[in-house]
Structure formats: C-alpha cells, structure tokens
Nanobody, 127 residues
Framework: QVQLVESGGGLVQAGGSLRLSCAASGRTFSVYGMGWFRQAPGKEREFVSTINWSTITTYYADSVKGRFTISRDHAENTLYLQMSSLKPEDTAVYYC????????????????????WGQGTQVTVSS
C-alpha cells in the first residue's frame, strides 16, 4: 500500500502560480510512476502530468505543457506540481496518484493505470 496526501491548493487570480505537494508513504519502493490528475465539476477526471519515479522523465497534457512543471524529491518521497500562468479553466480538484506496475510504461495517462490516490486538493482560479 502507498498512502498519498496532497497539499498546496487554494484560490489564485488568473496569471498567478501555485505549487501542489504530495507526500507519499508506505511501499514507495514499488512505485513506477506518479502523476497528477484533475477533475472539474461535471467533468471526467483527466490526466495532467506524470513522472517516472526512477528516471524522472516527465509527461504533460497538451493543455498544461509549458505552464506546469512536475518534479519529485526522491529522498523525501514527495511529488510536486508547480503551476504557473494559471487560467480559470485550470479550476478543479487536483489528485495525486501512484502506479505500482509496469503498465505505467505504456499507459501512463490513463487513470486506471494508477493504483493509489490521494484525497484531492481544490485549486480555484478566478478571472
């Protein structure tokens, strides 16, 4: 089991920045990749970004590329999402997720690939 706890959400004006954190505990040695998803009201949960826990190779959804940066502190077992140039359409609950199987290598953007999820943190961007 891997436990995930997000923090860092809040209210920000359009054009502003926020940094989300996700503290991982438990069997973190089993993690292939970790990522961020988001879910806006009335919409499906969608992929935002993911990182290979060992190689730190990163991947982004087109909608956030160039504005968001995913990173991790391996020693602290913490995942980050630095969000800049925020837009009202970035408003959502952001979830941290961890994948513990090799399936991540081929299906890293699918939410079904991820075994463990945090409780989510609200990000609201005002116009």
């Amino acid at each position: 089991q891997v436990q995930l706890v997000e923090s860092g959400g809040g209210l920000v004006q359009a054009g502003g920045s926020l940094r989300l954190s996700c503290a991982a505990s438990g069997r973190t040695f089993s993690v292939y990749g970790m990522g961020w998803f988001r879910q806006a009201p009335g919409k499906e949960r969608e992929f935002v970004s993911t990182i290979n826990w060992s190689t730190i190779t990163t991947y982004y959804a087109d909608s956030v590329k160039g504005r968001f940066t995913i990173s991790r502190d391996h020693a602290e077992n913490t995942l980050y999402l630095q969000m800049s140039s925020l837009k009202p359409e970035d408003t959502a609950v952001y979830y941290c997720a961890a994948a513990s199987t090799r399936r991540w290598l081929s299906s890293r953007t699918l939410k079904t690939t991820y075994d463990f999820w945090g409780q989510g943190t609200q990000v609201t961007v005002s116009s």
